[in-house]
DNA sequence: AATGACGCTGTGAGCGTTCACAGTAGAGAA
DNA sequence: TTCTCTACTGTGAACGCTCACAGCGTCATT
């Protein structure tokens, strides 16, 4: 005996927390408890309303909830970089889909925003405060104030990267960038490179300073010194890589590795070598960072510093969940691995 | 002189429509009445209600109105290709953003849901009958039954490429696969190629099976044979173009050209005539499909056919949203382009 | 036996909208 | 003038839920 009727044409009105409740013979509000964690509720009535949810096929209208709780239960992902960036890197797969897992874990869907442009930005932004109960903010350029601005509007926040210049308010999870370019230039060193130069990221971003401080303070470490001719920024593209690679080789023809801020930019660096006739690893030993697709698709397969992404995502939901729940923020820092393949 | 008053810790209550009715001088009614539309206003009242919208910084309340409306205004993207794709494949990015972009210009946020894993499938089915206006579809293997359960649940709905064994019934926008293959076997012919292999798509999804046919097709209107041996379908990963080139050139290594149904195999091809010591496009020539951020990176660079991202993303918004006001099912064919660089 | 505490339950109010309806005023037609 | 029509406006009700409160038994304590 079927108790959900039938429907022959288009959709019918979904059952609601009264129809739930008849069918329990219980009252709403027992229902509603049952929905909310089911304290105060004897096993009885427990019993009693989840197989009615389960006849009924009943699921809460979020929408009545939220009007009532003031909460939405959704989370936005919000990407502020250059368009180009977001086609080209993994990275971002990778991100989106560990933070869209940890979030549905928690049946918390959520909300894709890409703000390239000024006009979506605002839109972005106005339609974050008050719709949303929080905010996963990927955005690695310093110079971007939506960070402070979602701040300062009290909307919780975690950005991925310590954002540069917003002093320690808003909270971050990041990989120890710092690490990971010491444990590259040490395995370079340690496999008897004495010049060894770098392609850095954009030094406006985290990943860009922070790794750029690794590859110094390690080479003094080593007893190298710092040469300023074997420093060229990229800007995390693979096209910037193959441009810095150019500068580096005109500049010090006698480099015998390069420690490069991304995969992605490594891969130009390989090409421009190649095309230079230069040796991989033979002559020069190329290091890069992320480990990305990018790096297996390589020639010669790259041996680079692994971002934990699934540990860098989850992190981000819980800590923002712990923010949305009342908790301060917080600053998660994860360690990297080195992954040797044959680059270097 | 401000009117909204100040706000010294966390959030403070945000503007209702009374707040604006009472700062415009008018009735909920009325300013309702301008949030939609306008229609039987006066001009003096919808002045007053805009600068009363202004001055209050109000946005409406979405959650109300969903719950009075019965609409939700959001959008899902669901995505239900194995993980590893999505990880690999630039289209995705690209089709992502281009949706993003479409429907914020609608003022409808997109929920991002990925189907990896059983239990995510049926999480999400259950989220989206009630909770969802319509939803994007990406999943290009036909074996997923996901179309036909929500078509089934009567939730509007538009697929990324044609849904095989659907019928007619729902929507999809597509590039012309057939005539893209037909193009690039053309131009292979054209430029003195007379053995011309093939790595398809998976057999069970559009891309695939329809690639082939254009290429079958395009050997007979050339007066080439078509010889078994030169076909073997791929997985669109980089992988499976290694491994499908190394059987192709083990069956027949006279081959003089390969249509590779993705760049991201053609990538792999390349590698494994650059092992076999074959030169592209001297001695074999390579066409990709798709003209992704991999048809540059390869060396050399790809030779490829252009999918439409951009306009299949716009396209696929404007026929969901159609079919959300009530109009009929649509499939939309939009024409590709060939891109020649340097693999053929 | 009376009191308090506690566990469970039902009820009314209200969240911020939209919608249908009724009412008003002004313009044009008879 | 009177009537009708139209354009505009305000008002209750409802959407489906949660929350605070009050009621009611039951048990332990005084």
């Known amino acids: 005996m079927s108790r959900t009727e039938h429907n022959g044409t288009g959709r019918r009105r979904p059952p609601t927390i009264h129809d739930v409740a008849r069918e329990a013979g219980v009252s709403r509000g027992t229902v509603s408890r049952v929905l909310n964690g089911g304290h105060h509720v004897s096993p009885a009535a427990l019993d009693a309303v989840r197989s009615a949810i389960r006849r009924t096929g009943y699921t809460v209208n979020r929408h009545a909830r939220s009007l009532i709780t003031g909460r939405s239960d959704s989370v936005a992902f919000l990407l502020t970089e250059p368009q180009e960036r ?37 839109r972005n932004m106005r339609y974050i405060a008050g719709h949303v109960d929080g905010v996963l903010l990927v955005s690695s350029h310093s110079g971007d104030p939506v960070a402070a601005q979602l701040h300062e509007a009290g909307v919780p926040l975690v950005a991925c990267g310590k ?17 990971g370019a010491r444990d590259m230039v040490r395995y370079l060193y340690a496999s008897g490179r004495r010049r060894i130069a770098t392609v850095s990221g954009p030094l406006d971003t985290p990943g860009g300073v922070e790794r750029l401080a690794g590859y110094r303070a390690t080479l003094a470490e080593c007893g190298l010194p710092y040469d300023e001719a074997l420093v060229v920024p990229g800007d995390y593209s ?16 006698d480099i015998d590795a390069v420690f490069v801020g991304s995969d992605l930019m490594a891969q130009g660096v390989l090409t421009t070598l190649e095309r230079a006739g230069r040796r991989v690893p033979g002559d020069i030993a190329v290091g890069g960072f992320d480990d990305s697709p990018a790096a297996l698709a390589a020639r010669p397969e790259l041996t680079t510093v692994r971002q934990p992404w699934d540990r860098i995502s989850a992190e981000m939901v819980r800590v923002l969940l712990a923010q949305i729940g009342g908790e301060d923020p917080a600053a998660v820092i994860l360690p990297t691995e080195l992954v040797r393949r044959d680059s270097a």
């Open 86 to 122: 977001f086609f080209e890197d993994p990275n971002f797969n990778v991100l989106l889909r560990g933070c869209t897992a940890a979030l549905a874990a928690h049946d918390i869907p959520l909300l894709l925003m890409i703000a390239g442009t000024e006009a979506e930005r605002r």
């Open 238 to 253: 693979r096209a910037g890589g193959e441009a810095a690679a150019s500068l580096l080789l005109e500049r010090a023809p």
């Open 163 to 179: 954002p540069l210049g917003q002093g320690s308010k808003v909270s971050y999870v990041a990989a120890d960038d710092l690490g």
